[in-house]
């Protein structure tokens, strides 16, 4: 697998404040964050930032009508949703995942990365997998070595290497990334993603030779996720994520470089009016789809409104959409991959009281057989996706691969 070097990478990255300090430091000031709440006045300090005063917040975890806010490590540390208990590794992780994602939304949108962004590299590797972009990898390099820094993960399994990238034995985390969905979009600068799972590590296996261990945590069913996620390069970047209670998202403020809880427990509408697909491939569909499309379309489905098409032709933007908007979000080819796509939004949009599915069954349920196995996905609101599958043959199986 080819992989550039950090230090080569011409954007001037500044080290993210945190970093500054030990990591002993940020464990015990995240950790010691109090179960009840986090008022301003603690934020203040720990920021050092008095002046800093937060724009429209979601609901204050204090309860009261202060215009406090909350970070998505506070969040994290204070239970990460109704009634869970989140551990302490796991808050370590995020607060090093997003250290990550920190550092790719600069990249996306750093003034040197065109030349990055318009290279492919050929892959050598002849598997099943699109020949990745520099700026994919250094994402990959990005999101590896932030894994590492953790002591939190004994696994990593991503979109940009043919196999699972062993770290640590005891490290009590699986995580399947995908660094950076969407890139073949950067140079119009359309909205890019990194779309994350967290499992548990199955110690059941840790007598095995590293490379069996490796993978056959990586192919755990969704249905063992702790967590997953997805960050948004766009017009603010915004940190969507569930610890398996809820899901809630952040955004970054470039003023505090902290993602702060803008959404909690987002809920999508169980119907939605827009579907979100790539209907130049319209005569390449079988009947059912054609026939669900042409139906809504109409307003001839279950809900008599028209429908609306909208497609960014990028993930996560697409699904950040159909979450806070409803409707459906689909590619039905064999296409995205079932480990770090499927997967870990299936289990956010379920926890977002929605549905996901390949058109036959919930992507949760499925058993992965390999890492970069592919599946037509379908996910969004209940009633949209239930009404979708009941049209029975939606899978597009003629997938002759498309130049644009
Ligand atoms: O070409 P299609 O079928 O519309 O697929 C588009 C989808 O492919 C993706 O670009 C992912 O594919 P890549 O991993 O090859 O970039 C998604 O972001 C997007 O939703």
Known sequence: MQSLTLTRYPTPISPPRLNLYPLRQIAASVLSAPTAGINRRDMASRHQSTSFKPLAVGRNLTGDDDDGYCTLIDFAGSGGGEGKNVGEDLVVLLYHLQHACKRIASLVASPFNSSLGKLSVNSSSGSDRDAPKPLDIVSNDIVLSSLRNSGKVAVMASEEN????????????????????????????????????????????????????????????????????????SSATIFCVTLGSGTHAFTLDHSTEEF???????????????????????????????????????????????????????????????????????????????????????????????????????ILSIQPVKLHQRLPLFLGSLEDVAELESYGDVQQTVNPGYEV
């Open 162 to 233: 043919d196999s699972p990238t062993w770290i640590k034995d005891d490290g009590p985390y699986v995580v399947v990334v995908d660094p950076l969905d969407g890139s073949r979009n950067i140079d119009a600068s359309i909205p890019t993603g990194t779309i994350f799972g967290i499992y548990n590590r199955l110690v059941e296996l840790d007598h095995l030779p590293v490379e069996e261990k490796a993978e056959l945590n990586s192919l755990q069913r969704g249905s063992r996720l702790v967590a997953s996620g997805y960050v948004l390069y």
């Open 260 to 362: 702060v809880l803008t959404h909690q427990n987002i809920k999508i509408p169980t119907r939605g009016q827009i579907y979100s697909v790539n209907d130049a491939r319209y005569f390449d569909w079988p009947e059912g789809l054609r026939k669900y499309i042409d139906t809504v379309r109409q307003g001839k489905g279950q809900n008599p409104k028209k429908y609306s098409a909208r497609y960014i032709c990028s993930l996560v933007a697409d699904l950040h959409r159909t979450l806070l908007y409803g409707g459906v979000a689909m590619n039905p080819r064999d296409h995205l991959r079932l480990v770090y796509e499927g997967n870990p939004l299936a289990f956010l949009v379920e926890q977002a009281g929605g549905k996901s599915s390949d058109g036959k069954r919930g």
